[in-house]
């Protein structure tokens, strides 16, 4: 996570933070973000390998978690894009065939009910298989971890 952050920086951004071993960054920027297609291809040139970047503000996090649309949070993953899905490409996934798992479509978000936890569930496969290539998924833990690192 050490080289990621040096990368970060390297793109000209300060207070830069890692969260746990999965590629979530923190930064501050003065400018604009690269788009996350020049982020992709400078971590694919420094790692060599293809990850998928999603972008993020404060103020969208922060709506997100405001917007969640479970109860219990404890039990909800977040699929982020970088663009609004087509309500459409989720439309014909059959509900019943996940049991009491649940998904709703955010703005540029799914947030998944997973009450059974997300190691047990098919929901978020069979979600991916219809999502644009750079979703990602985090627990409602790490959500709410990197808002309240990007609010220090």
């Not at 109860?71 to 909800?76: C, L, Q, R």
């Not at 496969?125 to 609010?151: G, H, I, M, N, Y």
Request: charged share 25%; hydrophobic share 45%; proline share 7%.
């Amino acid at each position: 996570m050490k080289e990621l952050r040096q990368l970060f920086e390297d793109l000209g951004y300060t207070g830069v933070v890692t969260y746990i071993q999965s590629g979530n960054v923190v930064f501050d920027a003065a400018r604009p973000p690269a788009s996350p297609a020049a982020i992709e291809k400078r971590i694919a040139d420094a790692f060599g390998f293809d990850v998928a970047v999603v972008l993020c503000t404060q103020k969208e996090l922060a709506a997100i978690v405001e917007r969640c649309p479970y109860p219990d949070p404890a039990k909800v993953h977040v699929m982020f894009f970088n663009r609004a899905p087509a309500k459409a490409a989720f439309a014909e996934l059959d509900a019943a065939a996940f049991g009491a798992d649940e998904f709703t479509v955010g703005r540029k978000e799914l947030y998944l009910y997973l009450p059974n936890g997300v190691g047990r569930s098919k929901l978020p496969a069979a979600l991916a298989r219809q999502a644009p290539r750079e979703a990602t998924l985090r627990s409602w833990r790490t959500v709410t971890k990197l808002l309240e690192l990007s609010q220090r």
